[in-house]
């Protein structure tokens, strides 16, 4: 080969290398696609999943990992799967991460509703010291029984009655057909002498339309977004109630997580579920305005109930159905090991001991 030959077989090598380093480094630096998640939450319906669920999971998650990390969210009454059935779901991996109900319909495990009994949690700062008495069991047990990891505790605003008729306070629920959410929400129903009906929060309406029911309890704010208060005329303020739901997420699939988004969700978890509490509270007192038609009335639709006042002797029947209906069943329904759970996390708060 001449010299002149050699030069063109060298700069030919020299073309082709230089394409291969930059093909090489093409497919290098290529971008991975992101983690995509598949996520559970919420009634659907309700803010804590329109302003607060969907954005984080939709919006927030990619924003704060730089686009490494996107996920969509489904609410679970959309999804096809009853409430009782979340729990469930998650322990078994079905349902990877999910927010699911705590407060009404799961008897499989009784002790996860202790921390908001009906007649438990009169008030928001009672329902937070509640929560944080208990927590540190509630983690550890459904980590050691379930393998699931509990990651955020969030609230419903306050369950309160609403009724079609006339009734004066408490007492005046005798007799009454009561929309309940659950076995301790029933349990108080009938220390008062009414008549529980156990539904789906998707129920009330229909049960009221076709005159199955006289009264149902439920959140004020909830009530108003689905217009009961269209259909029922007389409201109580006192909570009976709130509504907890945990976001849990089964344990293979948290731990299979890239460290750096679970630390991620560690940190900002804990963000929206103050956002959720701090707005449950502020829906609590909202949605009994917007009921009612007062004019503090913000986020909800004016209407036109009445408000029976919660008097001085509601406030002794609450505590003493509490003390000797809705803490004793629940420890019959939990088990003999649930006095001394009650006794080291909720007794000192709650100031009643079981026994």
Request: net charge neutral.
């Amino acid at each position: 080969m001449n010299a002149l030959g050699l030069r063109r077989v060298r700069r030919a090598l020299v073309a082709l290398l230089g394409a291969a380093a930059c093909l090489d480094g093409g497919v290098q630096a290529a971008p991975e696609p992101p983690l995509h998640l598949r996520i559970v939450g919420g009634l659907g319906s309700l803010n804590q999943f329109t302003r607060h669920e969907k954005p984080f999971w939709e919006t927030e998650l990619a924003r704060l990992s730089g686009g490494r990390y996107t996920a969509e969210i489904v609410p679970f009454d959309r999804a096809g799967i009853r409430s009782q059935e979340v729990l469930t779901l998650v322990q078994l991996g079905a349902v990877p991460f999910a927010d699911t109900p705590v407060s009404g319909g799961i008897t499989k495990d009784p002790e996860l509703t202790a921390p908001d009994l009906a007649g438990l949690n009169p008030d928001m700062s009672t329902m937070r010291r509640s929560v944080a008495a208990f927590r540190p069991y509630l983690e550890t047990m459904m980590r050691q029984r379930y393998g699931i990891e509990v990651l955020a505790v969030y609230v419903y605003p306050a369950q309160v009655v609403y009724c079609k008729k006339p009734f004066a306070g408490l007492k005046g629920l005798a007799g009454q057909r009561v929309r309940t959410s659950g076995p301790a929400q029933s349990d108080w129903i009938e220390a008062l002498g009414g008549k529980p009906v156990t539904t789906g929060f998707g129920d009330i309406i229909p049960y009221l339309d076709r005159d199955e029911l006289d009264c149902a309890i439920t959140g004020t704010m909830s009530g108003n977004t689905v217009g009961l208060d269209r259909i029922t005329s007389y409201i109580h303020p006192m909570a009976i109630s709130w509504g907890l739901s945990l976001f849990a997420a089964n344990g293979a699939a948290w731990n299979a997580l890239p460290t750096d988004l679970k630390a991620l969700l560690r940190r900002e978890l804990p963000r929206v579920e103050r956002e959720i509490w701090d707005e449950s509270e502020r829906e609590t007192a909202d949605g009994l305005a917007c009921d009612v038609g007062a004019p503090e009335c913000k986020a909800g639709r004016s209407g036109h109930m009445t408000l029976v006042p919660s008097s001085p002797a509601d406030e002794r029947l609450r505590r003493e159905i509490f003390a000797s209906t809705v803490l004793p069943r629940w420890l019959q329904r939990c088990g003999p090991q649930c006095a001394a759970i009650w006794n080291r996390t909720l007794a000192h708060s709650a100031g009643i001991e079981a026994r």
